[in-house]
């Protein structure tokens, strides 16, 4: 796997929703209210979408677009359904 410019940011956003995530088992042991705790599992779940949609966005931009460009008809076809495969993810 290739690091592109995008890795280091997703890196830190992963390792503050790490942190965040373990705030929350905090808050699930300690047994503070649901309302919070769900309010600050959100935020979780969505620093870890946003991380993961910038992650297959730059693989599309980096390695996807350059190399559909580089290749003949049939490493073409093969770059299409590796495409399609990660956009499931999205």
């Known amino acids: 796997m290739s690091t592109h ?3 280091p940011e997703i ?6 929703a790490d942190g965040h995530l373990q705030s929350v ?5 300690d047994g503070r209210g649901c309302l919070e705790t769900t309010q600050q599992l959100h935020a979780v779940e969505r620093a870890i979408t946003n991380a ?4 297959v966005h730059d ?4 390695c ?16 299409m359904e590796e495409f399609k495969a990660i956009t499931k993810y999205l």
Not at 11 to 16: A, G, P, S, T, V
Not at 25 to 29: H, N, Q, R, T
Not at 59 to 62: K, R, V
């Open 5 to 7: 410019t995008t890795h």
């Open 11 to 16: 890196i830190r956003r992963l390792k503050r």
């Open 25 to 29: 088992i905090k808050m699930l042991e």
């Open 52 to 55: 993961k949609n910038t992650l």
């Open 59 to 62: 693989h599309i931009d980096h």
């Open 64 to 79: 996807f677009d350059e190399s559909l460009f580089e290749k003949g008809a049939i490493e073409a076809r093969v770059l």
